[in-house]
Every structure is written in C-alpha cells, then in structure tokens.
C-alpha cells in the first residue's frame, strides 16, 4: 500500500518570504497523480496543485511550485512571496493510476504560519 | 468550474437519531464521489468510496450499516449517520471527481454534532 509522509507538522515564513513544505511517498507503481490541498481555516479543502508522474516538468502555479524528484520519492512544494492568506493546513496526497483505484492517500499535514 | 457542495454546514441532533448529508456536484458529473472523516488536528480518513448506481465501497474498519451512503445520481450523493451516537461528531467531507478527470474537488465540509 502506499504511504505519504509530512515530516513537518508545523513550518512558518515571514510575509513575502518563500518556503518549502516537504512531502515524501512510498510506492511500487511507476505512474500516479500527486497532489497538494490548502485547508484553511474555514476547514474547506482547496486544490493547489498537481503532477502527473510520467511529466517530468515540475508543475507551477502562480506563487506555487513543486519540485518532483521521482527517483528519491520527493514532492516538495514551494510557496514564493508568501502571503497572509497561504496560512493553513498543507495536505500532501497521492492517487494511483493502476487497478483502477481512485483514492486520494494523504500525508498528515502541515501547517503553514504566516507572519507579518 | 469543479465545485462541490454539501448540505447542511452544521448540523445537530440527539444520540440515537440519524442524520443525512447531501453531497452535489454543481457543474459537473460525477461517477465516483468520495466521503471522508476528519478529526480535529488531524488529516482526511476516507470512510467509502460511492460510485453512481451501485453499491459504494467501504475502508476497513468502517461500519457500512451506521454509515449509509446512496449515489443515486451522477451529481448527488448522500451519507446517512444511523442512530447517531456522540462518537460519530466529527467533520465529513465529500469529494467528486470528474468524469476521466484525475483530481477530486472538495466540499465544504459538515460539522456534526452528537448530544
């Protein structure tokens, strides 16, 4: 079974600093999907984005990056020029592409503090 | 595009009543919607799978006859907590994904409360 591990459960970054949430994952299979969701406060889950494994280009959002490193299992994300708004609970997850599996594994969570 | 929304926000009732949920997908069709679990502090555990017209399926652990789920159609999916009791207050969320689409959009979550 696949596993997703957060090993930071809190970070925090100044107002328009950039920080970097890690994310590691265990898996046999050499296609899937990996994501990272926002929760803030109102507890509601944003997707902030995605790579699709067999793409080796990082993905990037606007301010959001990740750095995808297949072979070591990475998938860290970037925030850049953060700002008060990025506070919340950054949940890492994986879903397979084989076996039809549809279900999203997630990591425990980080969460993001954002001074002024 | 891709919004979900679940209905009540909050809502709550008396150990031993049950409780349903809806979970739609506004603008999109959704053969396959999601029902999770979250404790306070805590990440998502997915409690079933529910796939429009048959029968969902549930994670180890997750009591099927308490948690009663029908996806009746391709924008609507519903979880009914049966005689509640005041261990089953926690947050669900509902997710769909679209149709040969690889990412799940999220609801806005349900607080229940059990007395």
């Known amino acids: 079974a696949q596993t997703v591990t957060q090993s930071q459960p809190e970070m925090s970054v100044q107002e328009a600093e950039t920080v970097t949430l890690s994310c590691t994952y265990d898996?046999?299979?050499?296609?899937?999907?990996l994501f990272w969701y926002k929760q803030p406060p109102s507890r509601q889950m944003i997707l902030v984005i995605r790579?699709?494994?067999?793409?080796?280009q990082n993905a990037t959002e606007n301010r959001f990056s990740v750095n995808f490193q297949k072979a070591a299992k990475s998938f860290s994300l970037k925030i850049s020029d953060s700002q008060l708004g990025d506070a919340a609970m950054y949940f890492c997850?994986?879903?397979?592409?084989?076996?039809?599996?549809?279900?999203?594994?997630f990591g425990k969570g980080t969460k993001l503090t954002v001074n002024p | 595009g891709a919004v979900v929304s679940q209905h009540p926000s909050r809502v709550i009732c008396k150990s031993g009543t049950s409780v349903k949920i809806e979970c739609r997908s506004l603008?999109?069709?959704?053969?396959?919607m999601f029902w999770y679990r979250q404790f306070p502090k805590q990440s998502l555990m997915l409690m079933a799978t529910?796939?429009?017209?048959?029968?969902?399926?549930?994670e180890q652990g997750v009591e099927k006859d308490k948690f009663l789920i029908n996806h009746a159609s391709l924008t609507l999916s519903t979880l009914t907590v049966t005689s509640a009791h005041p261990e089953d207050s926690s947050f669900y969320i509902c997710?769909?994904?679209?149709?040969?689409?690889?990412?799940?959009?999220f609801g806005p979550g349900t607080r229940l409360t059990v007395l």
């Open positions: 898996t046999s299979e050499s296609d899937y999907y």
């Open positions: 790579q699709e494994a067999y793409k080796q």
């Open positions: 997710s769909a994904g679209l149709a040969g689409g690889y990412t799940q959009y």
């Open positions: 997850a994986y879903r397979s592409i084989q076996g039809g599996s549809e279900k999203l594994v």
């Open positions: 603008d999109f069709q959704a053969t396959t």
């Open positions: 529910s796939n429009e017209g048959s029968k969902a399926t549930y």
